[in-house]
């Protein structure tokens, strides 16, 4: 009798080892997902910034201006693996009616001279959230999600959809970044979307004297 209890206690002892060893290997196979998966970053809004630069063309378009709307509002989700970039995701939406043109912030980010008159800026500021141009009320949103990050030396390659005005297309843009020591990155860059891709005629004013260039330049530093 002395015996079959023993084994009894022993066997009891063995099946709970067993199942805190389970338990600590699941532990162990989870923090490794959760580690591959990559770290959610936060964004220093306060010194980050995303700014739409639109160039003009035409006979006459040195008596135009540039443009330069500065995003108010956006947001950024990323999942960065530090050790494995190539797996990072980025995904940023910003909100349409955010957009503010030639703001002096704007300018200035955009390194443009003195802008036109309030009264003009408060037009082209419609015409830009309107039906012809990104028409806010039935495309609230812009979106730029990353399909792939191709790493190098100082400089990622960052390849995704962008999707505007109910229009998505590819496309592939260089980023610059560094990595301070306290472990945090800063990102910047610029790309080229043309408007015509989504929709959009450029604007054309004094007979197509001066015209809005179908290439819109996109600046970033986050």
């Given at each position: 009798?002395?015996?079959?209890r ?13 199942r ?11 923090a ?14 306060a010194k ?34 530090a050790?494995?970039l ?38 082209v ?19 730029f ?16 959809q962008f ?44 007979l ?15």
């Open positions: 009798m002395h015996d079959l023993a084994r009894a206690a022993t066997a009891i002892r063995t099946n709970r080892l067993g805190a060893a389970l338990a600590f290997s699941a532990s162990c196979l989870l490794c997902c959760v580690m591959h998966a990559g770290t959610s970053y936060n964004v220093d809004y980050s910034h995303l700014l739409v630069i639109t160039d003009k063309t035409g006979l006459f378009s040195f008596a135009g201006h540039a443009h330069a709307a500065l995003a108010r509002e956006w947001s950024l989700e990323s999942t960065i693996d050790s494995n190539e797996a990072s995701r980025v995904t940023i939406t910003i909100p349409v009616s955010s957009l503010v043109i030639d703001s002096a912030e704007a300018r200035r980010l955009a390194g443009l001279g003195p802008g036109p008159s309030p009264s003009d800026v408060r037009k500021q419609e015409t830009m959230l309107g039906p012809e141009v990104l028409d806010a009320r039935n495309y609230p949103t812009i979106v999600t990353t399909s792939s990050v191709a790493p190098g030396a100082s400089e990622l390659r960052v390849s995704g999707h505007m005005r109910g229009q998505t297309r590819e496309l592939t843009a260089p980023v610059r970044y560094t990595r301070s020591p306290d472990g945090s990155f800063a990102f910047s860059g610029e790309f080229q979307i043309r408007q015509t891709d989504f929709g959009i005629k450029p604007v054309s004013v004094g197509g004297t001066v015209n809005v260039k179908n290439e819109v330049r996109i600046r970033f530093a986050v």
